[in-house]
């Protein structure tokens, strides 16, 4: 593992993969939370795409891989696509879960106010909603880096997946293992430095009712 | 204020002095909704008059449509025939001159009491002074000033229910719906609240709606008490409450008052129950008196 280190190949692979994983996730996250928001609250919308969500959430992300590769090669966009659909689909039910669940009250109190359209949902039920948002973002972090992991393994461009691979066929045992050391590393710290602190927030305002 | 108790039956709706100067009318007003099991009638030609600075408290059981008209004069919902005014005006949706308090006191838990009372001021389009003015002197008003940068959590039930009173009182309502308030709160607390609502009402004279099952609580708080029927909810019975405030918790005058009412309920209750339970309640009465077990007890 210190030779890993020292000679900058596991360095370079956590700086490759974590781009990826940043990247994908972004994207992941810009889809999934207003599919998810639409399927909430649009009629029309739940009942057409709503099963559809569904069923390819449960398709596990790698099975994409090869529609990927086929339409955009082996290239960065493939790998992306894998994670965007991994990570999103979680993320878009979980929001519309949330959303879906929002005290009843608390809409009909801020209608009372008068808040219609777009400034009730962002002024009223997106607030309301985030603690199950979040819980959806967090879940969409960890199916990102699995289908990202899992992406890298099957196809050769860097990373730790990649790194993985190497290690199995040149039968570095000790490679492997620093790999999914790092791999366990990558996670907790993502999560402590990430998600801890919103947590933290978010219970400390919501109270433990809602955390 | 009108003085005179009556007791009359539906004929009691349109009251001299009410009818004057109403605030809140509705006018034959029904409510059908289309369920999985058919259409369900909520509320059947129920006329009511409210006049300004009255408080009003709708009774009955559940199911008779209470809350449907605090939604209705709300304008969260429209009724299927019939019209619900307020001021001469068709109430076709929600406005900040009708507020609304829910039992579960729905203060928005992302915000400090503060942010919750500002909140429909930020909706005005209030500038950031005159809301910290005008949310103090509200907070001021419902004794929680002090607690003015906690969060909903951090409150006790009765102080949730007090803040919402106060985001309810931010833009200065004409007519304050009270949808249960004080429902999920202990014996000593609610008792503490009718006192504080009754202070706020009398200083504010606000049209108040107050829906509640507790006919004590009813009693305790309206001048006048509309008792509702339920499958379809429809007024049964109104009646005046013509004791001074502010009145004591304990007033003698009230307890033989909600005594009445209670009797009158228990006969309705009674009715309801009989035609829900159809075959299980008939068949042991339709025995008739003289089954010797129905007396003892025993058997039923």
Same mark, same amino acid.
């Given at each position: 593992?210190?030779?890993?280190?020292?000679?900058?190949?596991?360095?370079?692979?956590?700086?490759?993969?974590?781009?990826?994983?940043?990247?994908?996730?972004?994207?992941?996250?810009?889809?999934?939370?207003?599919?998810?928001?639409?399927? =909430?609250?649009? +009629?029309?919308?739940?009942?057409?795409?709503?099963?559809?969500?569904?069923?390819?959430?449960?398709?596990?992300?790698?099975?994409?891989?090869?529609?990927?590769?086929?339409?955009?090669?082996?290239?960065?966009?493939?790998?992306?696509?894998? $994670? $965007?659909?991994?990570? =999103?689909?979680?993320?878009?039910?979980?929001?519309?879960?949330?959303?879906?669940?929002?005290?009843?009250?608390?809409? +009909?109190?801020?209608?009372?106010?008068?808040?219609?359209? =777009?400034?009730?949902?962002?002024?009223?039920?997106?607030?309301? =909603?985030?603690?199950?948002?979040?819980?959806?973002?967090?879940?969409?972090?960890?199916?990102?880096?699995?289908?990202?992991?899992?992406?890298?393994?099957?196809?050769?461009?860097?990373?730790?997946?990649?790194?993985?691979?190497?290690?199995?066929?040149?039968?570095?045992?000790?490679?492997?293992?620093?790999? $999914?050391?790092?791999?366990?590393?990558?996670?907790?710290?993502?999560?402590?430095?990430?998600?801890?602190?919103?947590?933290?927030?978010?219970?400390?305002?919501?109270?433990?009712?809602?955390? | 204020?009108?003085?005179?108790?009556?007791?009359?039956?539906?004929?009691?709706?349109?009251?001299?002095?009410?009818?004057?100067?109403?605030?809140?009318?509705?006018?034959? #007003?029904?409510?059908?909704?289309?369920?999985k099991q058919g259409s369900i009638e909520i509320l059947q030609s129920v006329s009511l008059r409210i006049a300004a600075g009255e408080f009003v408290c709708l009774l009955g059981p559940s199911g008779s449509g209470k809350s449907t008209i605090l939604n209705?004069?709300? *304008?969260?919902?429209?009724?299927?025939?019939?019209?619900?005014?307020?001021?001469?005006? @068709?109430?076709?949706?929600?406005? !900040?001159?009708?507020?609304?308090?829910?039992?579960?006191?729905?203060?928005?838990?992302?915000?400090?009491?503060?942010?919750?009372? @500002?909140?429909?001021?930020?909706?005005?389009?209030?500038? &950031?002074?005159?809301?910290?003015?005008?949310?103090?002197?509200?907070?001021?008003?419902?004794?929680?000033?002090?607690?003015?940068? &906690?969060?909903?959590?951090?409150?006790?039930?009765?102080?949730?229910?007090?803040?919402?009173?106060?985001?309810?009182?931010?833009?200065? !309502?004409?007519?304050?719906?009270?949808?249960?308030?004080?429902?999920?709160?202990?014996?000593?607390?609610?008792?503490?609240?009718?006192? @504080?609502?009754?202070?706020?009402?009398?200083?504010?004279?606000?049209?108040?709606?107050? #829906?509640?099952?507790?006919?004590?609580?009813?009693?305790?708080?309206?001048?006048?008490?509309?008792?509702?029927?339920?499958?379809?909810?429809?007024?049964?019975?109104?009646?005046?409450?013509?004791?001074?405030?502010?009145?004591?918790?304990?007033?003698?005058?009230?307890?033989?008052?909600?005594?009445?009412?209670?009797?009158?309920?228990?006969?309705? #209750?009674?009715?309801?129950?009989? @035609?829900?339970?159809?075959?299980?309640?008939?068949?042991? *009465?339709?025995?008739?008196?003289?089954?010797?077990?129905?007396?003892? *007890? *025993?058997?039923?």
């Amino acid at each position: 593992m210190a030779a890993g280190v020292r000679d900058g190949t596991l360095v370079r692979a956590v700086a490759t993969s974590a781009v990826r994983l940043v990247l994908g996730y972004g994207t992941a996250l810009t889809l999934g939370i207003p599919l998810g928001i639409g399927l =909430a609250r649009s +009629r029309v919308f739940k009942d057409t795409a709503g099963p559809v969500v569904l069923g390819l959430s449960s398709v596990p992300s790698i099975c994409w891989l090869p529609l990927a590769i086929l339409w955009f090669g082996l290239s960065e966009l493939a790998i992306q696509l894998v $994670v $965007v659909l991994g990570a =999103a689909l979680p993320v878009a039910v979980a929001t519309e879960n949330a959303v879906r669940h929002v005290t009843p009250s608390i809409e +009909r109190a801020a209608r009372t106010m008068g808040a219609r359209g =777009a400034r009730l949902m962002f002024a009223v039920t997106m607030p309301a =909603a985030l603690p199950g948002i979040l819980g959806g973002a967090k879940l969409g972090w960890t199916f990102a880096l699995r289908s990202l992991m899992a992406g890298e393994l099957l196809f050769v461009s860097g990373g730790l997946g990649q790194l993985l691979e190497t290690g199995r066929d040149l039968g570095d045992t000790s490679l492997v293992l620093a790999v $999914v050391v790092v791999i366990v590393a990558l996670s907790r710290s993502s999560e402590i430095v990430l998600f801890s602190p919103i947590d933290r927030a978010i219970a400390r305002r919501w109270g433990v009712e809602e955390a | 204020m009108d003085p005179q108790p009556t007791s009359l039956g539906a004929a009691a709706i349109s009251t001299p002095g009410a009818c004057a100067d109403a605030n809140v009318t509705l006018d034959a #007003v029904s409510l059908t909704i289309r369920g999985k099991q058919g259409s369900i009638e909520i509320l059947q030609s129920v006329s009511l008059r409210i006049a300004a600075g009255e408080f009003v408290c709708l009774l009955g059981p559940s199911g008779s449509g209470k809350s449907t008209i605090l939604n209705l004069v709300a *304008g969260l919902v429209r009724p299927t025939q019939g019209h619900v005014r307020y001021r001469a005006a @068709e109430v076709t949706s929600p406005g !900040p001159d009708r507020a609304m308090v829910f039992q579960d006191a729905a203060l928005f838990p992302w915000l400090a009491l503060r942010g919750n009372v @500002e909140f429909p001021l930020k909706l005005q389009g209030l500038r &950031r002074t005159a809301r910290a003015a005008r949310s103090e002197e509200l907070l001021r008003l419902v004794h929680l000033w002090r607690f003015a940068d &906690r969060y909903p959590h951090e409150l006790s039930g009765g102080m949730r229910q007090r803040g919402a009173i106060a985001r309810a009182l931010a833009t200065d !309502p004409a007519v304050l719906l009270m949808d249960e308030p004080f429902a999920a709160l202990d014996a000593q607390t609610r008792e503490i609240l009718q006192g @504080e609502l009754e202070r706020i009402w009398t200083a504010t004279r606000k049209t108040v709606i107050f #829906v509640t099952h507790n006919v004590r609580e009813a009693v305790r708080l309206a001048d006048r008490v509309v008792l509702m029927a339920t499958r379809p909810g429809r007024v049964l019975h109104e009646e005046y409450v013509d004791v001074p405030r502010p009145r004591a918790a304990n007033d003698a005058r009230v307890s033989s008052l909600a005594a009445g009412i209670a009797r009158r309920i228990a006969s309705e #209750v009674e009715k309801v129950a009989r @035609e829900e339970a159809d075959d299980a309640w008939l068949a042991p *009465g339709s025995r008739g008196h003289s089954d010797p077990r129905r007396h003892l *007890g *025993g058997g039923i």
